[in-house]
């Protein structure tokens, strides 16, 4: 029972590098979202998918890009990573909007 | 402007105490409400959540929740706590239908023997 699934767990990027986090779920979910979570600020969400081949902008979507070709995958890509990035990752997943999310275990990312 | 509000950063307990979380939101409808857990180095875990119907709400753990209309509040507590529910406590609300959750910024506690 994987429920959501992220890789890697940790990175380190170089300033201007580019990396894709990935993120899958086995429970058949419609919804999914990539939040980032700073220390003290609580969770942002940078973009969400209510299906495959559609995603919207959260509250922080500068600097990345999603696409949703599958129900099951939702990765997330740094284009030319900056420092400001430097963050922890969390997808989620539900059914509907406005069930319980499901979350990922995270990915703490680094760009120096 | 809409959101949600968690006063309190960092709140101490003695183990065996008694714990309230507080959460304001600022939604002019009743939300859906939620209240996750979240563990050093983990992701978020659901503890309960709020639709409609009772006011109080029972999560897991031993966590329960009461939502009160008048005060635009979802203030969490657990009458005794355990070392082990040190961790960070984040309030979320989805403010209405299909909308994406909007998080609070999160409690942390610690407890102390």
């Known amino acids: 029972n994987a429920g959501v699934t992220q890789t890697p767990k940790f990175r380190i990027l170089k300033i201007g590098q580019s990396m894709t986090l990935q993120c899958t779920q086995d429970?058949?979910?419609?919804?999914m979202y990539w939040y980032r979570q700073d220390p003290g600020m609580g969770l942002k969400l940078i973009y969400y998918s209510v299906g495959a081949g559609i995603t919207d902008k959260g509250e922080v979507p500068n600097g990345y890009n999603v696409s949703r070709s599958t129900t099951e995958d939702f990765p997330l890509r740094l284009e030319l990573a900056a420092p400001s990035q430097t963050s922890v990752y969390f997808c989620?997943?539900?059914?509907?909007?406005?069930?319980?999310?499901?979350f990922g275990d995270g990915t703490r990312l680094s760009i120096l | 402007a809409q959101s949600v509000t968690q006063p309190d950063i960092h709140i101490t307990v003695s183990e065996g105490a008694s714990l309230e979380l507080r959460c304001n939101y600022s939604y002019g409808a009743t939300p859906y409400l939620f209240w996750y857990v979240q563990s050093p180095g983990q992701g978020l875990q659901l503890l309960l959540k709020y639709f409609s119907g009772d006011t109080l709400v029972q999560g897991i753990k031993g966590f329960e929740a009461e939502f009160k209309r008048s005060q635009s509040s979802f203030n969490l507590r657990k009458p005794s706590v355990h070392w082990s529910d040190a961790a960070e406590y984040f309030c979320?609300?989805?403010?209405?239908?299909?909308?994406?959750?909007?998080f609070g910024k999160g409690t942390r506690l610690s407890v102390i023997a």
């Open positions: 989620a997943s539900n059914g509907r909007g406005n069930q319980p999310q499901h």
């Open positions: 979320a609300v989805v403010p209405s239908g299909n909308t994406p959750l909007v």
């Open positions: 429970m058949n979910h419609n919804y």
